[in-house]
T-cell receptor, first 120, second 115 residues
Framework: AQKITQTQPGMFVQEKEAVTLDCTYD???????LFWYKQPSSGEMIFLIYQGSYDQQNATEGRYSLNFQKARKSANLVISASQLGDSAMYFCAMREGLLGSGGSNYKLTFGKGTLLTVNP | GAGVSQSPSNKVTEKGKDVELRCDPI?????LYWYRQSLGQGLEFLIY????????KSGLPSDRFSAERTGGSVSTLTIQRTQQEDSAVYLC?????????????FGPGTRLTVT
């Protein structure tokens, strides 16, 4: 089974509107982190926001917020007031075993991404 | 400060040739990671370094792939006898330490095309 699933290959949104990018994950580890990255056409991966599995509140970072629903194993990214510069690929990623000293708590497992297009 | 840099930005090589990809992490970052991004495959983890040692090489696709890191800084990913399926963007990332919620900062990548 895939560890990270992004079901939306592409999304369109009008400038200044909000958009939600879906991400579901699969893990049996009690401690994990969920990350969102943006990859514009230039190719560089830009870190946006993260959520730890034990965090009580949803993470927010400027116009980005993470709708974390632990029971449903979803960590959707919400972008408010979309801008033309938000057009890019968006990747959800997970790191497991955060509380352990070993395991795979260093590597990120990525979803296949969602291509967001912001229309003027 | 300077981010993660990678060179070359683009590399076209003939099948069967060897290539070397270079990554220069952010100064002071002890952890370094290599990922591969193929069309339709998303990003795959290849290898990670803590200092100069590579505790996990399990993501390397075959024994044609190797990587080293010297002086706790620059890393080189070497692909021997390149095949067409090696064509991809190779991304390097670094972080202050491995694990936890330490953020990984990515470089711009090297686009490898094997003809």
């Amino acid at each position: 089974a895939q560890k990270i699933t992004q079901t939306q290959p592409g999304m369109f949104v009008q400038e200044k509107e909000a958009v939600t990018l879906d991400c579901t994950y699969d893990t049996s580890d009690p401690s994990y982190g969920l990350f969102w990255y943006k990859q514009p056409s230039s190719g560089e991966m830009i870190f946006l926001i993260y959520q730890g599995s034990y965090d009580q509140q949803n993470a927010t970072e400027g116009r980005y917020s993470l709708n974390f629903q632990k029971a449903r194993k979803s960590a959707n990214l919400v972008i408010s007031a979309s801008q033309l510069g938000d057009s890019a690929m968006y990747f959800c990623a997970m790191r497991e075993g955060l509380l352990g000293s070993g395991g795979s708590n260093y590597k990120l497992t990525f979803g296949k991404g969602t291509l967001l297009t912001v229309n003027p | 400060g300077a981010g993660v840099s990678q060179s070359p930005s683009n590399k076209v090589t003939e099948k069967g040739k060897d290539v070397e990809l270079r990554c220069d992490p952010i100064s002071g970052h002890t952890a370094l990671y290599w990922y591969r991004q193929s069309l339709g495959q998303g990003l795959e983890f290849l290898i990670y370094f803590q200092g100069n040692s590579a505790p996990d090489k399990s993501g390397l696709p075959s024994d044609r792939f190797s990587a080293e890191r010297t002086g706790g800084s620059v890393s080189t990913l070497t692909i021997q006898r390149t095949q067409q399926e090696d064509s991809a963007v190779y991304l390097c990332a670094s972080s202050t330490r491995a694990g936890g919620l330490s953020e990984q900062y990515f470089g711009p990548g090297t686009r490898l095309t094997v003809t």
